[in-house]
């Protein structure tokens, strides 16, 4: 035997002693994951996380292995464990799926789970997929979307955001959630760290972890009115850091941030050299104080951008990315890979959509939301007043209130709402969507605060 067989044969035997060991370190996982839901303990431990991050920093320079290189290791290991804990874990998709299931048996269900307007898209749109078939878009096209409709986006979004673009700045992607999935899937490696602002949209991490990315979370809280401390967001960013999250007009708190604040979180991300993926798909519903993150001028700024609630167009599935044309580059050539290109039909009724004044939308939606709001009062429940979006995130002043509880059970009658904890460690919160008629809000609430008054 060689030397080289040789020193093959003890790396295939260190490889199966670590394959050995992490089936050893899942099955003790799972156990945590069960204890964890016995107790009503939720899944993410930053402060542990942390502390054995040091651990290994301290270890790596014991044995003289690459810092970086031990600390993505541990990222793998503790996204393994997050998989094996979460799964099952339920969410605003969990409880609009019991309650889409109830429905199909003839119970009658009030959805305040699911952010989709209960508004017609634009009249525009009727004639528009029509048209598109008598004028031939029914073909493949470019991966990244019809040169005209990025030309029409980039101008819309030039003009209504204050930030210049051009079409070569524009990704047209099935949905603002596709958008997020391409940038991480692109622009983020293994072991590799993003920065996520709590609460937030489940999809965030989902989409990093997929990327084997870790994420790591600035929790924000109701009694400092959701606003993230810089320090804290300082303090996070380490070597294997790559991006931080965005989302204002925030779901599901309706916070928005200040311009000054946003500008100074974007300016940390200049500093540390990081992408700054900025979910603005709410921005058609700020009611205070709202700038595009793509108006900093940063390089490394990726913005998304959906037509689902604006133009009340979820069913069409279309969205588009603002970003550096090398960005939109690498993100279009995973979008040709997965899809080929977005349906010509259904980018022909965009371009027809954005002619329409969606104004009558944002008055609609803010009456909804203020009906909320007033019944939520009512109700005792415990909430800032959003600055926009279409949601009130709420705490239960109950001791041990579970929000995934509660959910299940008000399903039973005729409401359905989305558990904080789908949104981080939000366990006594709810998610209510604004996104009903008036009569079938104030029902849906008086229905919820009954079911409150249940356990009184």
């Known amino acids: 035997m060689t030397d080289i067989d040789q020193l093959r044969n003890k790396i295939d035997d260190v490889t199966l002693q670590m394959l050995r060991l992490l089936k050893q370190r899942t099955d003790i996982a799972s156990q945590i994951g069960n204890l964890k839901r016995n107790s009503g303990i939720g899944v993410f431990d930053e402060i542990r996380e942390e502390q054995l991050r040091s651990e290994v920093s301290l270890l790596c320079r014991e044995i003289g292995l690459e810092e970086d290189l031990g600390k993505k290791f541990l990222n793998f290991l503790l996204n393994e464990s997050i998989k094996v804990q979460t799964d099952g874990r339920q969410t605003h998709l969990t409880i609009f799926a019991k309650a889409k299931s109830l429905e199909q048996q003839g119970k009658k269900i009030i959805h305040l789970e699911v952010g989709e307007p209960d508004l017609a898209p634009p009249q525009q749109v009727k004639g528009a997929l029509a048209e598109a078939l008598d004028k031939g878009f029914v073909r493949y096209g470019p991966a990244a979307g019809m040169p005209h409709l990025r030309s029409a986006l980039a101008e819309h979004f030039s003009a209504k955001f204050g930030a210049p673009v051009k079409q070569e700045n524009i990704l047209v992607s099935p949905g603002g959630r596709f958008a997020i999935y391409l940038a991480m899937s692109t622009l983020l490696s293994p072991g590799d760290e993003v920065i996520v602002i709590e609460p937030a949209w489940p999809a965030y991490r989902d989409c990093a ?16 009115r959701w606003e993230p401390s810089l320090e804290q967001i300082e303090k996070t960013i380490n070597s294997n850091t790559r991006m931080i999250v965005l989302n204002y007009p925030n779901n599901p708190t309706g916070k928005i941030l200040l311009p000054e604040i946003q500008d100074k979180i974007i300016d940390i991300a200049r500093k540390h050299d990081l992408y700054v993926l900025s979910d603005e798909i709410y921005s058609e519903y700020a ?10 001028n940063y390089e490394k700024t990726i913005v998304t951008q959906s037509f689902s609630k604006s133009h009340a167009m979820t069913g069409f599935r279309i969205g588009y990315t603002v970003a550096d044309p090398k960005i939109i580059d690498i993100m279009t050539k995973l979008q040709a890979l997965c899809i080929t290109n977005v349906a010509e039909p259904i980018q022909y009724a965009a371009l027809k959509a954005l002619q329409a004044d969606t104004s009558g939308n944002v008055k609609s939606i803010r009456t909804k939301l ?11 429940l415990e909430f800032v007043v959003p600055d926009g979006a279409m949601y009130v995130f709420a705490n239960v002043p109950k001791p041990g209130f579970d929000g995934v509880e509660f959910a299940n059970r008000l399903l039973n009658h005729g409401v359905a709402v989305a558990p904080g904890e789908g949104f981080g460690s939000y366990k006594g919160f709810i ?8 009569n079938k809000l104030k029902e849906g609430m008086r229905l919820l605060d009954g079911a409150l008054r249940e356990n009184i």
């Open 209 to 224: 972890i997929n990327a084997g990315s870790k994420v790591r979370t600035v929790a924000t809280t109701l009694d400092d």
């Open 431 to 438: 998610r209510i969507s604004a996104c009903q008629d008036e």
């Open 287 to 296: 009611f205070s104080r709202w700038k595009s993150a793509a108006s900093s």
């Open 370 to 380: 203020d009906v909320i709001i007033s019944e939520a009062k009512r109700a005792g």
